[in-house]
């Protein structure tokens, strides 16, 4: 994986001096909250229901050993002991006291790690495929152009304020593990007819109050003038965004005012002047960063042969691993879903732990999944019997992957200052609904996804069953939508009906879950009945 | 609370050795209808373009900031640099002095903020950076270049 | 009644106001009544607490305040799924006073 370099270490070493100054002004009194927030939230720091609340970046959600014993260290020393991974690949802290945020942004520092850009009107976090580097279906590894595009819009002068945050996602593969069309610019790698790299690109999607999923406005972009295009997009939306309505600021608003055509005519006409500034980095730049992320040194010959004498590991090897390039390696997800647990918590102990099989099992290499789980990508077959028994004793060994218990939920009320309804409870009712491993088993791949608040942290447009929760008259309410997806079709949860309470939607959710059931055809994936029968197949069975 | 403003901190800020312009600006309406004035004023929103045209008769242009949220001036500096503009860029309005190192960075060489900053934190903002990870309209080398030579 | 509430600058906990000072403690919150938009004024000047602000509270039969809406009783408690990090983790009634 990436490593800094001296240049990459200073700018990290003086953004954390740059915000040691501007909170010293802040507790001085020399800046008002209007001044310093900006300012913070620039940084990641949120101040939320209970505290301020820290999201480190984890760019692209991959680190090592040393940077998840660090998060671990964090949490012991700055917060309560824990920490909560994000449907953007990141980690968020929840009892942060700003007097002490210099000094843990210093930590992060010293293993390589920051919170810049991780909120605010700015670039956030690249996300990725969770199995870049280990998946047999990639064309190439798509991480070397995440840290390119991670160097390249960190600190862009031209868009120190744009009009809203811009997410950017970069996948390799015909599958879609990233959600691609639910972010506001999106590459995929491909190759041409004559077997040049380039991108495929989409811009315009996202989530929100006003869902859209994103149009694809170039078929080819040479890698070359990657740079050049980017901000020919963050042009034209800089300059042409509303200014006027925070929520009518997103660039998939002004793609969609604009038309995807006019959109795209104005990008391809910024673009051209950009290209005639010949700024764009040289190859040698990009092969540099690629050359961080060459494949470990798998061994060969190794079988791939795995005993599953023991039943409760077949299990978990069953659901949890996943076909990786090298023969003899498999790709072994770590479910933070534990049952009644909370979606995407995880103990500075647990990290340890998780820490410590990444250096021993999987090359130093971890990946957080925009799912809310963990990932060791580089596991022998020969060693998952002694990575499961770890996990295991470490409460971490669910094996729920994509199942009906795996719940994507934001924070929700619980924690979050925007929030309307809690969205925790609300998933944890519904893993103890389903508890029973068999039944989940029997529903099969079901993703169900939880947002507090229409801003949609927790994915519910994307949902094959969403949760909305809404304020209704001062106490929490429930929407049920049906039918998303954020995978390589992309589809958008429509509303069943009138909502319900925090067991009324319990119950929803099950009518659904029986109604496909009941009327799934063999080999059927709850979303493929849905997309079979529509909503009219499933609304008389939820509302009677 | 402390008041900058109470302090007598300089109201501008200029990076210029070129004698101010002496003639208050107009808008850009007035300045494209009478044909005579040499400071324009671009109020946010306002389409910078049909000022190229016109570049080689100004003397200063100032692009305002109505809040410091909106950062459509950032672009609008950037844009008229690149056009080859080389007279005074002020930026007036609300601005922040913590955004001023990338506002340099953009093509501004003044700025007049509505509450005047404090020198030093005006100093350290700007001294702050010994890299950059891309270009603008500065001669700044971005960290991509240095690396390789 | 109205009381007031924020967010202590320097540790970002929530804090009521309890007619002299902030408290971390609901129970010690006062009706601010008309004082209110002085009081939150003088507060905000004071650059002690973030962004102090008026909520609607209501008084308990026992005489204690109650924030009237839950988002404001989740603040003055914590997290009902982490009963073990609110002010009353030894508390099985806690989780009742805020749903």
């Known amino acids: ?544 | 609370m402390a008041e900058p403003g109470n302090q007598a901190f300089p109201t501008s800020l200029r990076f210029r050795d070129d004698a101010a312009a002496d003639e208050p600006s107009v808008s850009l309406d007035a300045f494209l209808d009478q044909g005579e004035a040499d400071s324009v004023r671009i109020e946010a929103g306002e389409d910078v373009t049909v000022l190229f045209p016109h570049l080689d008769r100004v003397r200063l242009i100032e692009v305002d900031f109505p809040r410091f949220r909106d950062g459509r001036g950032f672009s609008t500096a950037r844009m008229l640099r690149e056009a080859g503009y080389t007279g005074e860029l002020k930026a007036t309005g609300d601005v922040l002095v913590d955004l001023i190192f990338f506002m340099r960075r953009c093509g501004f060489d003044s700025f007049a903020p509505d509450k005047p900053f404090d020198p030093a934190d005006a100093e350290a903002a700007l001294s702050r950076w010994d890299h950059v990870y891309v270009p603008a309209a500065d001669d700044r080398v971005p960290i991509w270049k240095l690396r390789h030579g | 009644m109205r009381i007031l509430t924020g967010n202590d600058l320097k540790t970002g906990a929530v804090t009521w106001w309890t007619g002299y000072d902030w408290s971390i403690h609901v129970e010690d919150a006062v009706d601010a009544g008309d004082q209110a938009d002085a009081i939150l004024a003088r507060e905000a000047a004071a650059c002690r607490v973030n962004n102090p602000y008026a909520i609607d509270g209501e008084k308990a039969p026992d005489g204690s305040v109650r924030p009237a809406h839950i988002k404001d009783r989740i603040r003055a408690l914590g997290p009902t799924v982490r009963p073990d990090l609110t002010l009353k983790p030894a508390d099985p009634d806690a989780r009742n006073w805020v749903i």
């Open chain 1, 1 to 544: 994986m990436y490593r800094y370099d001296k240049y990459d270490q200073a700018m990290v070493d003086t953004r954390v001096e740059e915000f040691r100054d501007q909170v010293r002004r802040r507790l001085e009194g020399k800046l008002d909250d209007d001044q310093f927030k900006p300012l913070r939230l620039k940084n990641g720091l949120y101040l939320q229901l209970h505290a301020y609340m820290l999201r480190v970046a984890i760019p692209y959600g991959t680190l090592n050993s040393a940077q998840m014993r660090a998060l671990g260290a964090i949490a012991r020393k700055y917060d309560r002991g824990y920490g909560h991974f994000t449907t953007r690949q990141n980690i968020q802290y929840n009892w942060i006291k700003l007097a002490e945020a210099p000094d843990l942004f210093a930590d992060l520092a010293k293993v390589e790690m920051h919170a810049i850009q991780t909120s605010g009107e700015s670039i956030r976090n690249i996300s990725s495929d969770q199995y870049a580097g280990a998946a047999a279906d990639e064309l190439i590894d798509p991480r070397p152009w995440c840290e390119m595009l991670r160097q390249m819009t960190t600190f862009m002068p031209e868009f120190s304020y744009l009009p809203r945050k811009f997410k950017i996602a970069v996948i390799a593969s015909a599958e879609d593990r990233a959600a691609l069309r639910w972010h506001d610019f999106a590459l995929r790698i491909v190759q041409n007819a004559s077997g040049e790299i380039g991108f495929e690109v989409y811009a315009g999607g996202g989530m929100g109050r006003t869902p859209f999923i994103a149009y694809r406005i170039r078929e080819f972009l040479p890698t070359s003038q990657l740079f050049s295009y980017l901000q020919a997009v963050l042009r034209v939306w800089n300059r042409h965004a509303r200014r006027d309505n925070i929520h009518k600021q997103r660039m998939k608003i002004l793609v969609h005012d604009l038309g995807q055509e006019e959109f795209t005519r104005q990008v391809e006409e910024a673009f051209e002047h950009f290209l005639s500034l010949a700024e764009d980095f040289p190859q040698a730049e990009y092969d540099r960063i690629a050359a961080y992320f060459a494949p470990p040194p798998f061994e060969q010959g190794l079988s791939d042969e795995i005993d599953l004498s023991d039943p409760a590991f077949a299990a978990w090897v069953d659901r949890q691993v996943i076909a990786h390039k090298a023969p003899g390696y498999a790709i072994a997800n770590i479910s933070l879903k534990p049952v009644g647990g909370i979606p995407g918590d995880i103990s500075a102990d647990q990290m340890d732990v998780v820490a410590d099989l990444a250096e021993r099992y999987s090359f130093d290499e971890l990946r957080a999944t925009h799912a809310q789980n963990l990932v060791l990508p580089h596991v022998r077959k020969a060693d998952l019997h002694a990575v499961w028994q770890a996990l295991v004793e470490a409460g971490l060994a669910d094996a729920n992957l994509d199942l009906v218990s795996d719940i994507i939920a934001c924070p929700g009320l619980d924690y979050c200052s925007l929030a309307n309804a809690r969205s925790i409870p609300v998933a944890q009712k519904i893993a103890e609904r389903f508890a029973d491993p068999a039944r989940q088993a029997d529903v099969g791949e079901l993703k169900i996804k939880i947002s507090g608040c229409i801003n949609a942290c927790g994915h519910h447009h994307a949902g094959n069953i969403g949760i909305l929760g809404v304020d209704r008259k001062g106490s929490e309410s429930y929407q049920l939508l049906l039918g998303g997806s954020g995978d390589e079709v992309t589809t958008q949860a429509k509303i069943a009906g009138p909502g319900f309470d925090e067991d009324g939607i319990v119950d929803a959710v099950e009518r659904a879950v029986e109604q496909y059931r009941t009327i799934r055809e063999p080999g059927e994936r709850f979303i493929d009945t849905y997309r079979r029968v529509g909503m009219d197949g499933f609304k008389e069975a939820i509302y009677g």
